[in-house]
């Protein structure tokens, strides 16, 4: 299978989030992908999960309820082990849906709300970090 190639920040939509046109950075540095939440409450065998930025851009208040989720141990760039829930959903490159696992994390102090690591890109992608962009370009208007 030929893998495309994509750039070092893109805009993507997460159908199933109720987010689209979400800046992200991908991130060849990091194994698992991380979406930004502003509040969380798990009750009664659910996670109820609002995504909701003032910083960041087509990132209005959606909330999910998530009957399936797990929690995982994540290791940060600055060596921190981080508990971390993580979610499954859909993602669309270049006009092809994949399914994708996310950790939860907030990152409103970041400039990027969704870091897209090497676990979902393997087998798919090749990172060319002089292009910017790519899948959302193709985009039909």
């Known amino acids: 299978m030929k893998k495309k190639a994509i750039g070092r920040v893109d805009k993507i939509d997460f159908p199933k989030l109720g987010l689209f046109n979400i800046d992200v950075k991908i991130d060849t540095g990091a194994y698992t992908s991380t979406i930004h939440y502003s509040e969380i409450i798990e009750e009664n065998n659910t996670l109820r999960c609002v995504f909701n930025s003032d910083k960041h851009q087509n ?12 929690s995982t141990v994540v290791k940060s760039s600055n060596g921190l082990k981080e508990n971390r829930y993580k979610i499954k ?20 102090d970041m400039r990027f709300p969704v870091l897209i690591g ?5 087998r798919k992608f090749m990172v060319d970090v002089d292009l910017e962009n790519v899948s959302y370009n193709t985009k039909p208007l």
């Not at 990132?59 to 797990?70: A, M």
């Not at 959903?89 to 409103?108: A, D, M, P, Q, W």
């Not at 090497?118 to 393997?122: D, P, S, T, W, Y």
Request: proline letters at 0%; hydrophobic letters at 35%; zero cysteines.
């Open 118 to 122: 090497r676990q979902f890109l393997k």
């Open 59 to 70: 990132f209005g208040k959606t909330e999910i309820i998530f009957d399936e989720y797990s």
């Open 89 to 108: 959903s859909e993602v669309i490159f270049f006009g092809k849906t994949y399914k994708i696992n996310l950790t939860l994390s907030t990152r409103n």
